[in-house]
């Protein structure tokens, strides 16, 4: 690195991640230690229930209570800045990839305005916007133009988000959907050939990503979660929501080839989830037509950590599916990660977010 562009003294810290979901807040700050990066800290806490629903503060008081405690508890070192990138919820944005005639950026931005009013339900004037121009041939074959990655998200939306952020004190320097940031954090670059797709398996609901070439190309949602597995296991036995979280710890989906009480209990959760993950991967082959076939799935969130999830969900749907890895694109050099492996699938779009800044510049 030579002197000029080497940092003497960082003087402004980069801005930490903060993931806002309907029951938790999880923070995460990086930041760069010579050749190499470093966590700063991470830390989480829960939302009182019923705070937020579906992406919506309900109480603005109970959710700047938990940021503060998230922020609170970060380790090993406390979080050293105000400035952050927060995430906004999947189910209230609109991510798309539109085409139009080949023209100069400038020229692009009232091109992309009217072609953004015809393709969200939502009017122009009720919406902040971001594009940005691809230069992959693979989404306009014709030369003559060129494909655009937009994404919309609700002023109303947006502006709650950012209240209660100032009403803790601190100052937002960027927002972005979840899934953009678990794109950022999860797809390393060395792979950009390949079409994923990221299964996010969250408090509440469990989101889709496709990508091609890295590139963000498709998101969707279902209302299953790692709770629906819960709520199975305890109606089908009788138990107690918290006696029938510490049974799916505890033996996760069960045993399919014997057939057993557990995996009987959750069979109809699992089906249900391998029905949305076959829609998704349909349409974005056969209706969308963005690639011949999906080559890896990625699993994140904390449903994804379920003992046997894995492996049934690759033998039934005949694709190689991984645990997510939020640290594909993170310089640790000879350093141990801070966070054990289990943690820091839970924190993946925490992660993302704070990647933003950290190595990146653009609208992902």
Not at 69 to 94: D, G, Q, Y
Not at 113 to 134: C, G, S, T
Not at 188 to 214: C, Q, Y
Not at 278 to 296: E, H, N, P, R
């Amino acid at each position: 690195m030579g002197l000029l562009t080497k940092k003497i003294i960082n003087f402004f810290p980069h801005p930490f991640g903060l993931d806002l979901s309907d029951l938790s807040i999880k923070v995460v700050q990086l930041d760069e230690e010579g050749r190499g990066d470093r966590v700063i800290g991470y830390g989480e806490a829960a939302i009182a229930p019923r705070s937020v629903a579906d992406g919506k503060i309900l109480n603005a008081d109970a959710v700047a209570e938990a940021i503060r405690k998230a922020i609170a508890n970060a380790h090993p070192r406390p979080i050293s800045t105000k400035r952050v990138v927060c995430s906004l919820p999947e189910t209230k944005a609109f991510l798309r990839i539109i085409t139009i005639p080949r023209m100069e950026e400038e020229e692009a931005r009232e091109a992309v305005k009217w072609e953004m009013e015809a393709n969200i339900p939502l009017p122009i004037d009720q919406v902040y916007y971001d594009w940005q121009i691809l230069e992959d041939p693979l989404f306009a074959q014709d030369r003559k133009k060129m494909s655009v990655l937009v994404v919309a998200v609700a002023r109303k939306v947006v502006d709650q988000f950012v209240d209660i952020l100032q009403k803790v004190g601190l100052t937002v320097v960027g927002l972005e959907i979840e899934s953009i940031a678990q794109a950022r954090g999860l797809l390393a670059d060395k792979e950009d050939s390949k079409t994923t797709m990221i299964v996010d398996i969250g408090d509440r609901r469990t989101s889709f990503l496709i990508s091609t070439h890295n590139i963000p190309c498709f998101t969707s949602s279902v209302p299953l979660s790692g709770e629906s597995f819960t709520d199975a296991i305890a109606k089908a036995l009788g138990l107690s929501n918290k006696e029938a979280e510490k049974t799916k710890i505890t033996y996760g989906i069960g045993s399919a080839i014997k057939n057993d009480h557990i995996f009987h209990a959750v069979e109809s959760v699992l089906e249900n989830l391998i029905t949305e993950i076959k829609k998704s991967m349909d349409f974005y082959v056969t209706g969308l037509q963005y690639a011949a076939s999906i080559d890896q799935i990625i699993l994140c969130g904390g449903g994804s950590k379920t003992k046997g999830l894995v492996p049934y969900l690759s033998q039934r749907l005949g694709k190689d599916i991984i645990l997510g890895n939020p640290w594909v694109n993170f310089d640790m050099g000879k350093n141990l990660p801070v966070m054990p492996r289990d943690t820091s699938i839970q924190f993946s779009t925490a992660i993302g977010l704070a990647l933003k800044e950290l190595h990146y510049d653009d609208l992902a």
